[in-house]
């Protein structure tokens, strides 16, 4: 009775502890985490869903392959604040991507938009897959020319015919 | 051996020559669109002295320098000794944007490692960063007599860059 006495009240004492921790944890997390990510949620959902739409186009520069949208870079925060400000000053889709290149150029953009420069990233696999389309055809018909040249000549065709012939009796 | 063998093979040299350059290339240096274009105006408290306002267009008629940085960029530290010598010459007026930090931070910084600048400015909520484009510091802008920016440089100023690309495009814009 007197072993089992001393792991028990290590037990207790063992949860309780965690019991303390968690309770401590508890209290200094929850305003950090509130203050962090609660505050912006609470902001008009219309607002909110536009925000996501538009910057999930966006790239961050920061960590470059996150989107706006994505990343929580400060950075990537401020420019949200930004976008929001600006849905909220009533701008267009358009006027706040403008917003975006006009500071960082193209890069930003997860769609390049199509002008003279990104023309080869636009059309050159297209360009490509036509340029393999026609020698594939190309091939295949050379191919199917080099068929109909014999590859035996008249005597060995006779021949060959014989043995055919010989294999079809029934021995 | 036929001819056509060879173009895969050169199709293949071709590739490779593009995939080579493109490793020479650093991907986070990121071509800003503001050279070549007016300086976005802005105006901002003074780091020590905050009640007083520096604009942007108090430097129209001088080729300046814009160096963003901030107590709590690690890069800066490794740029500072290279201003610090470069602001000995005097070439150009050197003003600091002390980027996303606060006013207390950024003196506590300039008087720990010393102060290059003629002036520094106050960026607290990074307002004036976003619209020079910057998304990394330091960060260093070159603006001509006109206002107009000439050249950015992402990341800490080497002594090279300012030997080989800075000093040059100053001498040229001083005429």
Request: with cysteine; net charge positive; charged share 25%.
């Amino acid at each position: 009775v007197k072993l089992n006495r001393i792991p028990e009240r290590s037990l207790m004492s063992g949860w309780i502890a965690a019991v303390i921790w968690a309770c401590l944890l508890v209290v200094q997390i929850s305003p950090a985490a509130l203050a962090n990510v609660a505050v912006p949620l609470a902001d008009d959902p219309v607002v909110e869903r536009r925000l996501i739409v538009i910057s999930e186009e966006l790239r961050c520069l920061v960590c470059q392959n996150e989107s706006l949208a994505g990343s929580r870079a400060d950075l990537a925060l401020d420019l949200r604040r930004e976008i929001r400000t600006l849905i909220k000053g009533g701008k267009t889709d358009a006027e706040i991507l403008d917003f975006m290149v006009s500071r960082y150029g193209d890069f930003v953009l997860y769609r390049p938009p199509v002008k003279p420069i990104t023309w080869a990233l636009w059309f050159g696999p297209f360009l490509l897959l036509i340029g393999a389309v026609v020698v594939l055809v190309r091939m295949v018909r050379k191919g199917q020319r080099n068929e109909v040249t014999p590859v035996l000549d008249a005597a060995q065709r006779a021949r060959a015919q014989a043995l055919l012939k010989d294999s079809e009796r029934p021995s | 051996m036929k001819k056509t063998l060879l173009i895969p093979l050169g199709l293949f040299l071709v590739l490779v020559v593009f995939l080579a350059i493109g490793l020479t290339r650093n991907p986070s240096e990121v071509p800003s669109p503001l050279v070549g274009k007016p300086a976005p105006a802005f105006t901002a408290p003074r780091l020590d002295a905050p009640d007083q306002k520096f604009s942007g267009k108090d430097m129209l008629g001088k080729v300046w320098l814009l160096n963003v940085w901030a107590s709590w960029c690690v890069a800066c530290r490794y740029e500072h000794p290279i201003l610090m010598e470069f602001a000995k010459t005097k070439t150009v007026p050197l003003v600091g944007l002390d980027y996303k930090d606060q006013a207390v931070d950024g003196l506590k910084w300039l008087a720990r490692f010393g102060d290059p600048y003629d002036l520094s400015v106050s960026d607290l909520d990074g307002r004036i960063g976003i619209d020079f484009g910057v998304y990394g510091v330091p960060e260093t802008f070159l603006i001509d007599k006109a206002g107009v920016i000439r050249y950015k440089h992402i990341g800490p100023v080497t002594e090279d860059a300012i030997k080989t690309i800075i000093m040059p495009m100053v001498r040229e814009l001083q005429k």
